[in-house]
């Protein structure tokens, strides 16, 4: 088994491609090694000293670290720990796979927040699971839509020029009710 690595706008997050599904429909976020209990991949990773965060894609895994380590010290580690989980033929989520991961919404705006999901899912997520992460739809209020950043999105440097200058843009762009976008952390 081969993995490569892939570097992100994030520095503290490293993405590796497995050269295999690692889920079938959706993502999972794991901010913490509390929320991994699900995930024996996820468990495995945490268990790497340094590791904060592990965001589980269809087809790669992204690995945030503590600011104080390197990835000189910990990859060798992580490589093993991912091409171990796979050889040992565990799911990497146990029971549910994850839904689309959007927010749901009902009410008297619903037809624009459809419009922006649709937008979300076939222009922005793309883009943004190349570099390893995942934006989700949180809500919508007067205007304001509301997104929540995972995986090498959350905490990226560039993360906020992404939203104001690259999403919040587009879906002015295509949906005028649209007027600002904001991050929101969960």
């Known amino acids: 088994m081969f993995i490569q690595t892939e570097s992100t706008p994030n520095p503290a997050t490293l993405k590796f491609l497995p050269g295999q599904t690692v ?7 794991f901010p913490s090694p ?6 024996p991949l996820a468990r495995r990773l945490f ?5 904060t965060g592990v965001f589980l894609g269809s087809d790669f895994v992204t690995v945030t670290k503590a600011e104080d380590v390197a990835w000189e010290h910990i990859k060798p580690a992580l490589l093993g720990a ?3 989980h796979f050889q040992s033929g565990a799911p990497a989520i146990e029971g549910e796979e994850q839904a689309s991961g959007h927010a749901e919404h009902d009410g ?3 037809e624009i927040v459809n419009q922006i999901k649709e937008l979300l899912d076939t222009r922005v997520r793309p883009a943004v699971a190349q570099d390893g992460g995942d934006i989700t739809f949180h809500g919508f209020d007067r205007g304001v839509v509301y997104l929540h ?7 990226c440097p560039s993360s906020t020029l992404t939203l104001k200058m690259g999403i919040e843009n587009l879906l002015r762009h295509y949906i005028p009710e649209v007027v600002e976008v904001r991050p929101v952390n969960l």
């Open 23 to 29: 889920l079938g429909s959706g993502t999972a976020d």
């Open 34 to 39: 509390e929320a991994a209990q699900k995930s």
């Open 47 to 51: 268990e790497v000293e340094g590791v």
């Open 82 to 84: 991912i091409m171990e």
């Open 108 to 110: 008297p705006d619903a």
């Open 149 to 155: 950043m995972q995986g090498a999105c959350a905490g």
